[in-house]
């Protein structure tokens, strides 16, 4: 029977540190190594999310709604109309100008007659002549301020006509509305448009031969001595053609602000109003949410000792995804406040953080709500 020969401790002990302790070693510290880049990792990294800011289309006047051609959750297009105002009112108003300018040419015929009686000697015929060129002036001024007018009336109808023409095509698609009712609308749409080419030529030709009434008059009053002083009623006259003239061009920016179109492509979250009710300036219509986020948000922990500046650079990835994007810090919390529950660690207990808004980073293609993850690189 063999003897079992007893290894002495010191050679277990030896064989330990030759083996086994180097092995122990380089396992704690790549443990280690790894724990504290962990470490080093989260100090700078921070969650977040991608948020909206909704659009809100308000009346831009006092009016009464008209049509609300959307309904909520509908898709919208950037420029698409949304939207329209009663017009009524405003072509009330467009005709009382036209009537006052037919009162206006009637002064001016009256002066007119009035001063065809003046004059016995050259004064009086040289005030009369420079008159004569004036009220041509005038009347071109009159003439131009009546088609003008015009004018506007027929943008507004034929703003209306386009709706309602494009309503009917829409449902004569649907075989809902008859193709005929549609071609009529379409007939008096472009009619319309017409007759606003005619008014746009006019006015454009009133135009020169208002500046070739203005040449007629300074060399009239340059080639004779003497001057030529504007009597009250002339005064009166020209001031009162001024002031509709500014009303008329008051009620042109106006009837623009009748068709309320969406600011950007999105959804229609909430319809505020409905056709035929009352509203104020201001008062809230609708409101949109845009499709691509308006601002990228994440939240600096409470205690963190890291200081963030404004322009800092900063990476950004969707939680979870590998395409990372570069972004700049744009805005920064005024105070602590708590952190949304979606972005606590653990759901029972509240974080709270100082809040920091980063430019949207549209190659991530984010949708509101969307969890990001940033780092900081590189301080300005």
Partial sequence: MTQKIKTPFSRHFENFQRRWLPILVWSGAVLLTSRLFDMRQSSFEYVGMATVNDYVISAPQDAII???????????????VVATLDSRLLQAQL???????ERLTADRQAVLDAWATLAANTARDFEKDARRFKMDLTSL??????VNTKLALAQIAAQRAQLAYERSHTLSQSQVSPLAKTEDLELAWRELQAQISQYQAHLMQLSLSSEEATQRLDQFLASTPGVVHYDSKQLALDLSIAVQASRVEEWLVRSEDLVLRAPAGGVVRAVLASPGRSVVLGEPLL??????P????????????KPIALGAIVEVRRLGGMVIAMSQV???GAKIERIPESLWRDPAIPEYGQ???????????LIPGDPISTRLVEQV
């Fill in 287 to 292: 409101s949109i949410t845009p499709h691509a």
């Fill in 95 to 101: 005709q009382t100008a036209q009537l006052e300018v």
């Fill in 66 to 80: 008209d049509t609300l051609v959307v309904a909520s959750f509908q898709e919208v297009t950037k420029g698409q």
């Fill in 141 to 146: 001024r009159l003439d131009a301020l009546s």
């Fill in 355 to 365: 809040a920091v808004r980063l430019a949207p980073c549209l190659e991530l293609e």
């Fill in 330 to 332: 744009t805005a920064l």
């Fill in 294 to 305: 308006y601002a990228l948000i994440f939240y600096q922990p409470q205690h963190d000792p």
